[in-house]
């Protein structure tokens, strides 16, 4: 008799929110990427080469998700800028100050 396994897509997709973590390894700190996604990733010996990656992976999901079903309003949405947003896809983005404010012209009008 054979099982067959079968794997389904969760419910929910994964969210990503990328950190780096510090990690004591053979005495001597190690900075890693760290992601719910599962990323794997190599551990480096700087912060910084470790946030370089973290960017890299940022940049890699803003490039999947189409600029306008990104969030716009990701404090009240709870989102981060790179991830999907059921509430903002789809919504036309609203300019409601057009012209130059600087110079005192909003709308077309001419301030005096």
């Not at 005495?27 to 190599?42: E, H, K, Q, R």
């Not at 470790?50 to 490039?63: E, G």
């Amino acid at each position: 008799m054979t099982t067959t396994t079968t794997t389904t897509a969760p419910a929910w997709p994964v969210r990503h929110l990328p950190k780096v973590e510090r990690f004591l390894s053979l005495g001597s700190w190690t900075y890693l990427l760290t992601c719910p996604c599962g990323l794997d990733a190599v551990p480096h010996a700087s912060r910084s080469m470790a946030q370089a990656d973290v960017d890299a992976h940022v940049r890699q999901i803003s490039a999947a998700v189409p600029a306008d079903q990104r969030c716009r309003a990701t404090k009240a949405h709870r989102m981060q800028p790179w991830e999907r947003c059921g509430l903002c896809a789809g919504q036309i983005a609203l300019d409601l100050v057009t012209g130059d404010p600087v110079n005192g012209q909003i709308n077309g009008v001419v301030k005096p």
